[in-house]
């Protein structure tokens, strides 16, 4: 069976500080993986997702940026964070051996910007 | 721009009744709709997909998809106080990324 971890758990950094997430998907190959936010009380916002290894497609300009140097392993980074910065970081990913559209969720990161 | 709305709730229904949370959507040419469910502090959670006209069935849930209508579904049959959460609407365009509604929130009381 897939299963798709993300770390850490929770994150407290201060403003200006350096960011990095990492996620990875067992279980599976080749899976589209994205990288969610979700502001308090708030909806998903699609942050970046990516097709294959090194590929990188960008929904909102901002100080964040995604990497995938493996199949299986997506990281979220940031040089600087802002206030605006905080919220719950989700990674996701599809396709694989799964119906090629139904997307699976990590237990997401909950970061703190102070 | 494609845009998928839900009701923001809460939603309060009683313990064994029927829950019956709503979504509709802008874009036309949506292929794919989902429902997820997201207890306080977690991730949210795929509880049922449906890609064509009609209801789809899964235990105490069910899924139903008009087209025609731009709408989208989800009835919960005898409610638990387990199944308080909030419940997100997703639409896959064909070939393009998911679009999130806000979510509804729903609350099942003793």
């Known amino acids: 069976s897939q299963t798709i971890h993300q770390w850490p758990a929770t994150l407290v950094q201060p403003v200006g500080s350096p960011l990095s997430l990492e996620c990875t998907v067992e279980?599976?190959?080749?899976?589209?993986l994205y990288w969610y936010r979700q502001a308090a009380g708030r909806g998903l916002q699609l942050l970046f997702y990516?097709?294959?290894?090194?590929?990188i497609s960008s929904e909102v300009p901002q100080n964040l940026s995604a990497s995938r140097p493996q199949d299986r392993q997506f990281i979220l980074s940031s040089k600087k964070l802002l206030l605006s910065d905080s919220g719950f970081y989700l990674c996701a990913w599809s396709g694989g051996n799964r119906r090629w559209n139904e997307q699976y969720f990590g237990p997401g990161t909950r970061l703190t910007v102070t | 721009q494609k845009e998928v709305e839900q009701n923001s709730g809460p939603l309060s229904v009683p313990e064994g009744a029927i829950a019956s949370l709503n979504c509709t959507y802008s874009?036309?040419?949506?292929?794919?709709f989902f429902w997820y469910r997201q207890y306080s502090g977690k991730s949210p959670e795929l509880i049922m997909s449906?890609?064509?006209?009609g209801d789809k069935e899964d235990g105490r849930f069910t899924a139903q998809l008009n087209k025609a209508s731009q709408y989208v579904s989800l009835l919960i049959r005898d409610s638990q106080p387990s199944d308080s959460a909030t419940y997100l609407c997703?639409?896959?365009?064909?070939?393009?990324?998911?679009?999130f509604g806000p979510g509804t929130r729903l609350s099942v009381l003793p």
């Open positions: 997703a639409v896959n365009p064909y070939g393009q990324n998911f679009v």
């Open positions: 449906i890609y064509s006209n």
């Open positions: 990516s097709v294959g290894i090194g590929q």
């Open positions: 279980g599976t190959s080749n899976p589209n």
């Open positions: 874009d036309r040419g949506s292929q794919s």
